[in-house]
């Protein structure tokens, strides 16, 4: 909760600067791309609940199918975002390293190939960012549930093609993984700024094809230096901050929240 306080506000002034507008700053209206703060918070608060369900990924497919034919959904912390997204955070919890071990079989490597290569959307992005009910889209009722299924199905493929060509041994970028956070928070900065500065307008073969693969290791070679240590240590009091201060005495010795599964 403490990131995403500090990141809003951060780039709603930084959103300011450009536009020279006295826009309002609320909590609860994320923006840019502080919603995944917002829907991480309220994830891991509701995670107790999602470890004692029988079936817990089915019910959250169920909230996120119900969420997406509901018109009259509250935006606040961009609420319909984050209910339509819960059910891969909650698959999430329920794996273990033998899901990926199998992912990483021989077969499977193989079949991934052709998988990833005749993979292209062929609809409208807004299904993808899970901002908008179904009735506002223009399409029936009955399609919301359907899509939020067919998504999140088309999901688990392609997620489980990456992870079958996730190498096994320890790399130069093993340790990256753990940054990836920083990255993302902080790249919207560099992007942004770049948009405020009327960059991608005034260098015109930046939309050629040459400037496209200019643009795309470009992003690549920023994300990665922003997910590194020396970035990392500047930055850990505002993505990583530590609150031992906020709690009294050690929580380690705190009793569980809820009992343990095999008692409920």
Same mark, same amino acid.
């Given at each position: ?52 369900? &029988? ?45 990926? &071990? ?130 990392? &240590? ?31």
């Amino acid at each position: 909760m403490l990131p995403y306080a500090l990141f809003e506000i951060s780039y709603s002034y930084f959103n300011r600067v450009p536009h020279n507008a006295n826009q309002p700053i609320s909590l609860l209206d994320p923006w840019y791309l502080t919603w995944f703060l917002a829907a991480l918070s309220i994830w891991l608060l509701t995670s107790p609940v999602w470890k004692v369900l &029988r079936w817990p990924v089915p019910i959250a497919l169920v909230v996120a199918a119900l969420a997406s034919v509901t018109p009259n959904m509250g935006k606040e912390l961009d609420l319909p975002r984050v209910l339509g997204f819960l059910p891969f955070f909650v698959l999430g919890m329920m794996l273990k390293p033998e899901h990926f &071990r199998m992912a990483r079989r021989r077969e499977v490597r193989l079949l991934s190939i052709p998988v990833v290569a005749s993979a292209a959307p062929r609809m409208t992005s807004k299904w993808f960012y899970r901002k908008e009910s179904t009735q506002s889209l223009g399409t029936p009722v009955w399609a919301g549930p359907v899509m939020v299924l067919a998504l999140f199905a088309c999901a688990m493929l392609l997620t489980t093609c990456f992870f079958a060509w996730v190498p096994r041994q320890k790399t130069w970028f093993t340790v990256l993984g753990t940054g990836t956070l920083y990255g993302y928070l902080l790249h919207g900065f560099i992007f942004k700024g770049a948009q405020y500065l009327g960059w991608y307008d005034a260098i015109s073969w930046l939309l050629q094809p040459l400037g496209g693969v200019f643009l795309t290791v470009f992003a690549a070679v920023s994300v990665t230096l922003l997910c590194t240590s020396p970035v990392r &240590r500047v930055f850990r009091f505002a993505i990583e901050p530590k609150v031992n201060w906020a709690f009294n005495g050690d929580t380690a010795e705190l009793p569980p929240v809820l009992p343990p599964r095999r008692a409920v």
